[in-house]
């Protein structure tokens, strides 16, 4: 099966630990996002990646990580200084190359911290 | 950077009826603007998309028209039946692998 997994599907942590949220495509994409999602409203770009080894910060990096040293993998760390983490997390890829735009999302984690 | 602006945020329609979303973008460099589907506790999936170079795209039910001068494109859904309930999104993008502009999204309630 291709796609993108992304887990743990929900994540609790204590407040002033780091976490560090999985996401996988075997889709051989070239491109990879980080959205955060809070309730009611639309998905904010963290982190992306357009090729191994290199990533950009979206519009809400403050307060995270990522590393892209896998063209399969582009893994996410909430920091401590992430002042309001708790949040749904949603991981996309995309071809980055050829014909097709479209960004293939995975289902997401709900990562709380209390 | 860009800006996306979304209306309404929630929709509600008789079964059978149409429905419409709207979407206005502020970057006129954006050429690629795809709309997503949300189901409750699921990642967004694609339904349908644009390219600037386009102005009319239809899928069965489904209709998304661009506007490149005014900067606005639009979600058309005909004969809305319950399954289509779910959060709508838009969004505006540049090239290939690039960033993409998310709007605020459409709850969409389908009442039968």
């Known amino acids: 099966d291709g796609g993108i997994t992304q887990s743990p599907k929900y994540l609790f942590r204590k407040e002033g630990q780091n976490v560090t949220l999985s996401c996988e495509q075997n889709?051989?994409?070239?491109?990879m996002y980080w959205y955060r999602q809070d309730p009611g409203q639309g998905l904010r770009l963290i982190y992306y990646s357009q090729i191994v080894n290199d990533f950009q910060k979206g519009d809400i990096a403050e307060g995270y990580s990522v590393s892209r040293e896998k063209k399969e993998s582009f893994p996410l760390t909430v920091t401590s200084a992430q002042k309001n983490p708790t949040a749904f997390y949603l991981c996309a890829s995309s071809p980055g190359q050829g014909a097709s735009y479209e960004q293939y999302f995975g289902p997401g984690t709900r990562l709380t911290v209390t | 950077g860009e800006n996306v602006e979304q209306h309404p945020s929630t929709l509600s329609v008789q079964e059978g009826d149409s429905a419409v979303i709207k979407c206005t973008y502020s970057d006129s460099a954006s050429n690629y603007f795809p709309w997503y589907k949300q189901e409750l506790g699921k990642g967004p999936q694609l339904i349908i998309d644009?390219?600037?170079?386009?102005g009319e795209k239809k899928d069965q039910r489904i209709a998304v028209t661009l506007n490149k001068t005014a900067k606005h494109f639009s979600l058309h859904i005909t004969e809305t039946q319950p399954e289509d309930s779910a959060v709508y999104f838009c969004?505006?993008?540049?090239?290939?692998?690039?960033?993409?502009?998310f709007g605020d999204g459409t709850t969409l309630t389908v009442k039968p």
């Open positions: 889709l051989n994409h070239d491109a």
């Open positions: 969004a505006a993008s540049k090239g290939r692998g690039g960033k993409s502009t």
């Open positions: 644009i390219r600037s170079n386009v």
